[in-house]
């Protein structure tokens, strides 16, 4: 396939940035995205010009880095795939692809499609984990009997892999489809119900903080989600979230 794509260019933070052209040649269909921007960044290297930063590690859908909006959806035209899983296949000899980061106040471009999402990490650190006595009096996780659907349902939540799509996605760039699979991950388990009403306090307080918007119940990020995490996890999170606060 001959392609031509259209890329956000930013040297950095405080660049204006703006859409850059390129054209790649002999696209092979079986190459993934990431493997098709690859080819494009030997041939910028090759003629001394700057390659284009994007990020990416596992490149097999766990890590969530791959941040990329395709033809103005994140992660492109596939349903439930992160954009390193997308191949190219997807598209057609002779399409135009334009390609840009994650559009958000709270997710700022460091450079061309790389944004910086260490606000969901500081979501995290509000309360997404479970404090464990480890002195040696630990009761064995498996001792406690849990209901198999609550198990499921709390796997479900745990599939998320924070990697921002939903609020891509969201007019409001809203992050609560990321926050309430958190919350739900912990509060579905009896582990979880010990810390439940601090959780979810902070880690909604710090999400507003971190200037995400609110959600107006579109369900854009949950078609968008490359995990399919459900719309549900937010109702369960409005839920504990007034339980906590009465
Ligand atoms: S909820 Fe889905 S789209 Fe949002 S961060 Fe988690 S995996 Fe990504
Ligand atoms: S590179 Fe890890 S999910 Fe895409």
Redo the contacts with the bound molecule.
């Keep these: 396939m001959n392609l031509t794509l259209k890329i956000w260019r930013q040297k950095g933070p405080q660049d204006k940035g703006g859409m850059v052209e390129y054209k790649v040649p002999d696209i092979s269909e079986h190459m993934s995205f990431l493997e098709m921007m690859d080819v494009l960044n030997e041939g910028l290297i090759a003629k001394g010009e700057e390659p284009v930063a994007f990020d ?11 941040s990329l909006q395709i033809n103005g959806e994140p992660h492109g035209p596939d349903k439930a795939i ?4 997308l191949h190219m296949r997807s598209f057609k000899d002779g399409d135009t692809i334009y390609i840009e980061p994650w559009r958000a106040k709270a997710f700022p471009v460091i450079k061309d499609l790389i944004v910086d999402r260490s606000a969901f990490d500081r979501i995290q650190q509000a309360g997404g984990y479970i404090s464990v006595n480890t002195s040696g009096n630990t009761q064995d996780a498996n001792a406690i009997p849990i209901p198999k659907l609550d198990a499921d349902l709390s796997m479900d939540a745990a599939t998320c ?1 924070g ?1 921002g799509a939903c609020v891509a996605a969201c007019k409001n760039s809203s992050a609560m489809l990321f926050v309430g699979a958190k919350v739900s991950q912990f509060a579905l388990l009896p582990q979880g119900r010990i810390e439940a009403k601090d959780r979810v306090l902070n880690m909604v307080r710090q999400m507003d903080l971190e200037g995400f918007g609110n959600c107006t119940n579109t369900g854009a990020c949950e078609v968008e989600c490359p995990k399919s995490i459900s719309l549900t996890n937010i109702a369960r999170m409005n839920r504990e979230y007034l339980k906590a606060s009465i």
Excluded: F, V
Aim: glycine share 12%.
């Design positions: 990416h590690d596992c490149r097999e859908g766990i890590c969530g880095t791959c992160t954009a390193c899983q892999i990697c």
